[in-house]
């Protein structure tokens, strides 16, 4: 038996950026860690990626800019000393409702910044000591900056992985939506990508991705039909195994029996799109 090549893991946008539950954000850091270097990523999840970065840093920038100040005037303070620290905490709380209410995304970035800051602020209020007090400018520069440095710790894990440019194929898009019951055109179009790349390069990939609601839910119909296996973060490696001992792609995909309609179309389109026979 011809065992198949494993190429590596697709990763998401959604393992990169921060989500609210602590346990997830650890096994995402954890599994980059172990295997960032057999990591890619497409350049659309990484241009998504990082334009809700950019999105959610402004949307911050633009709330503390326009709100702090203005909120510390109104409470008579021009000086901060580490007295205000429940001032701090009702102007924080504010905050992070109005942002969730008028910026709604599934994302927990923009939170994931603003409480970033807030432990800054919180931080740097306890460390004053009695009577010590500070510039109300210069402690919103101070605070703006750390704002940045928070974006770019965030920006990094984009960075470090290798990042391969896939236009996603129109047509295997729309099979995907239909045929894989991905709802979300751009979910279809990153895993698109990761299937071209997979039969492309006749490499397994395992697309890593925390989003139980578009991709992994679907996960039984990806692999059926695209040959695709999706995985959390937490279980890829033993997916990894699992999938090495089979062929490869495309030998695995000529040896199936009685291919569905649906399979036939998908065998149309890679033919189509690689110049590669895959239905035999």
């Not at 400018?137 to 704002?147: H, Q, V």
Request: include cysteine; glycine fraction near 4%.
């Amino acid at each position: 038996m011809t065992y198949g090549k494993f190429g590596g893991f697709f990763v998401d946008s959604c393992i990169l950026l921060p989500k609210s539950v602590e346990s997830t954000k650890q096994s995402c850091a954890y599994f980059l860690e172990k295997n960032g270097d057999r990591c890619l990523i497409s350049s659309s999840i990484k241009n998504e990626g990082l334009d809700l970065l950019n999105r959610s840093y402004s949307v911050v920038v633009k709330d503390i800019t326009e709100n702090l100040k203005p909120f510390l005037e109104t409470q008579g303070i021009k000086e901060i000393t580490n007295k205000r620290g429940r001032l701090f905490a009702d102007f924080f709380s504010q905050r992070r409702r109005i942002i969730k209410k008028t910026h709604q995304t599934k994302s927990n970035v923009p939170n994931e910044l603003l409480g970033a800051i807030e432990n800054y602020v919180a931080a740097r209020l306890h460390s004053l000591k009695d009577g010590q007090k500070l510039d109300v400018n210069l402690f919103l520069a101070a605070l703006l900056r750390e704002l940045s440095i928070e974006k770019y710790k965030l920006k990094r894990p984009f960075e470090k992985l290798k990042c391969i440019l896939i236009a996603p194929d129109s047509a295997l898009c729309c099979l995907v939506i239909s045929a894989g019951k991905v709802k979300n055109r751009k979910d279809a179009e990153h895993l698109v990508s990761s299937i071209m790349h997979q039969f492309d390069e006749n490499e397994w990939m395992i697309f890593v991705s925390n989003d139980d609601d578009h991709i992994l839910s679907n996960k039984t119909e990806l692999l059926d039909i695209f040959a695709l296996q999706c995985s959390k973060p937490d279980w890829a490696i033993d997916y990894c195994d699992f999938i090495s001992r089979r062929k490869t792609p495309i030998e695995h995909y000529r040896e199936l029996k009685n291919y569905s309609e649906h399979q036939r179309t998908f065998g149309s389109h890679i033919e189509r799109i690689n110049s590669i026979k895959i239905l035999s």
